[in-house]
């Protein structure tokens, strides 16, 4: 398995503002994929983010809200801009480990208020 | 497309009663299939998984069986705790080249235990 940190684990934010979230994983890792949970809903791909090339977003998200950096194997941002309560949810940073059957694992999310 | 349908909650029980929470999916490869669990004010953890047709994953007393003929996962228990009480999300990957990519989630559901 893996041990992956996220930082910041709450926070509220106010309308208008943007804000990075950190993602750590102890180990190094090819794929990383950051997701979105809304209140009371599963689970959404938000983009895939390899190290050293572009991140690929999934349908209906786009990189000038939800810009991502991958600078190396271990480690991650993801940036929600000019927030609206709408993106209040859980962000969460996941890793494939290929050692484990290609499982993918979770950190334990940024849960985002935007007021 | 690829999907992953749940049943609805909330599931409510009586501590050591029997559990199971249905899932079937639709794919058009040879996916790998999940259970995952997010605890109260929690991320999300892996619960257990079976990557090709007649695997069983097990896991703290939970248990799924992969039946590619019925293309189902169901979930079950044979005596619940109330610390079982969380949201389950049935899930899929697919394999691609023998790497897998994102996860597509079902919408969760909500186990509540009762003493």
């Known amino acids: 398995s893996a041990v992956i940190s996220q930082k910041p684990s709450r926070d509220i934010c106010q309308r208008g503002t943007s804000l990075t979230i950190q993602c750590q994983v102890d180990?190094?890792?090819?794929?990383m994929f950051w997701y979105r949970q809304q209140p009371g809903q599963s689970l959404t791909l938000i983009a895939t983010a390899n190290q050293g090339s572009e991140a690929t977003y999934e349908s209906g998200f786009v990189i000038d809200k939800f810009p991502i950096s991958r600078p190396n194997l271990t480690f991650s941002t993801l940036t929600v801009s000019n927030m609206s309560p709408e993106d209040s949810s859980i962000y969460l940073c996941?890793?494939?480990?290929?050692?484990?059957?290609?499982?993918?694992?979770f950190g334990e999310g940024s849960w985002l208020t935007v007021v | 497309g690829d999907s992953v349908t749940q049943m609805e909650g909330p599931v409510t029980l009586s501590e050591e009663a029997f559990l199971t929470i249905n899932c079937t999916y639709t794919a058009t490869g040879y996916p790998s299939l999940f259970w995952y669990v997010q605890y109260p004010g929690e991320g999300l953890q892996l619960l257990l998984k079976?990557?090709?047709?007649?695997d069983k994953g097990s896991n703290k007393g939970f248990e799924a069986t992969y039946r590619k003929e019925t293309t189902s996962f169901h979930l079950e228990k044979g005596s619940v705790q109330v610390s079982d009480s969380a949201v389950y999300f049935c899930?899929?990957?697919?394999?691609?080249?023998?790497?897998?990519?994102?996860?597509?989630f079902g919408t969760g559901t909500l186990l509540a235990v009762q003493p």
């Open positions: 996941s890793v494939r480990i290929q050692s484990s059957g290609n499982t993918i694992y």
């Open positions: 079976a990557t090709k047709a007649d």
């Open positions: 899930a899929l990957t697919l394999a691609y080249g023998g790497a897998t990519n994102k996860l597509i």
């Open positions: 180990s190094q890792v090819t794929m």
